[in-house]
């Protein structure tokens, strides 16, 4: 029984971090890579907690791992917004296809 | 009645399976919607049926963490810069670009690729009873003497982003 409930969470969480890699690729709009990027962490934050839970590792090892890496998404996006931001007052775009400036 | 031939554990799994649901259709509604403003409103009810397995499986702490931070943070801040580029992300425009089908393909190759492996690995699950009463204690303890270098170095990194987006993104003064 635990070792179903096991593998479906890890399917669950392979399952939402390529629905992340998807919205990646596919997404021309910066803002909703960057969405994609943080359902990405999320999916690897389940992984962890559940590996923590099923894996009878050390109590607790794998719940101080998400916090830094949520803590780090939150720097990175609001690192990212301002970055997008600053390319909107210059371009009026969000579209990654016309950043181009430094493509040769 | 009598409901004791409900074990405990199949309990949790229904729960699980019942935001299992919900987590995965919500991805996919942030990254098929047409609106990017539609899409940050899924990407929040994504956060927390995430902040919902993290309580599911007894990191409580974690997920009290998830649901400040993620939903109280980060969604307000992507709904501002949404907001404040409503001209160019309109739902008006085409926002998916003509790699749809062949990232497709490549999700699902590496889904069989990776879905497989996961499945002949022989993990062995069972579940972790070690924790009664949550976990914000022992995590607590961990954060304040075995990790405690990088608790510094998480704050250090912070502080540094919150300077650096203001340096980016703030009016210069010619």
Redesign the interface.
């Known amino acids: 029984m635990s070792n179903l409930y096991f593998y479906t969470v890890i399917i669950v969480s392979l399952v939402l971090f390529l629905i992340g890699v998807y919205g990646v690729l596919t997404r021309r709009n910066a803002i909703g890579i960057l969405m994609a990027i943080e359902i990405m962490f999320n999916a690897a934050n389940i992984n962890l907690v559940a590996f923590n839970k099923f894996m009878h590792l050390e109590a607790s090892i794998g719940i101080i791992f998400p916090i830094f890496i949520i803590t780090l998404a939150a720097a990175e996006t609001a690192v990212g917004l301002a970055l997008i931001l600053a390319i909107y007052r210059n371009i009026k775009s969000v579209n990654v296809e016309k950043m181009e400036l430094l493509k040769w | 009645m009598d409901f004791s031939f409900i074990?405990d554990?199949?309990v949790?799994?229904g729960v699980?399976?019942l935001f299992?649901v919900v987590?995965?259709a919500s991805?996919?509604l942030?990254?098929s919607v047409r609106s990017?403003m539609h899409?940050?409103l899924f990407?929040a009810v994504?956060?927390l049926s995430?902040a919902a397995?993290?309580f599911i499986?007894?990191?409580d702490?974690?997920g009290i963490?998830?649901i400040l931070?993620?939903v109280g943070?980060?969604i307000v801040?992507?709904l501002?810069?949404?907001m404040?580029?409503a001209r160019?992300?309109s739902s008006l425009l085409?926002?998916?670009?003509e790699?749809?089908y062949s990232?497709?393909i490549?999700?699902a190759l590496?889904?069989i690729m990776?879905?497989y492996s996961?499945?002949i690995s022989g993990?062995?699950?069972?579940?972790?009873t070690?924790?009664p009463g949550g976990?914000a204690k022992?995590?607590g303890w961990?954060?304040m003497t075995v990790?405690v270098l990088?608790f510094e170095v998480?704050s250090i990194?912070?502080l540094?982003?919150?300077i650096?987006?203001?340096a980016?993104?703030g009016k210069k003064d010619e």
């Open positions: 074990s554990s199949i949790t799994y699980f399976l299992a987590a995965v991805a996919f942030v990254v990017v899409s940050a990407l994504f956060l995430v397995f993290f499986f007894d990191a702490f974690l963490v998830q931070l993620y943070g980060v801040l992507i501002f810069a949404v404040l580029t160019v992300s085409q926002q998916t670009n790699q749809k990232a497709l490549v999700c590496l889904f990776l879905s996961i499945l993990l062995q699950g069972f579940e972790n070690l924790l976990t022992s995590v961990l954060l990790y990088p998480a990194v912070l540094a982003a919150l650096g987006a203001m980016i993104v």
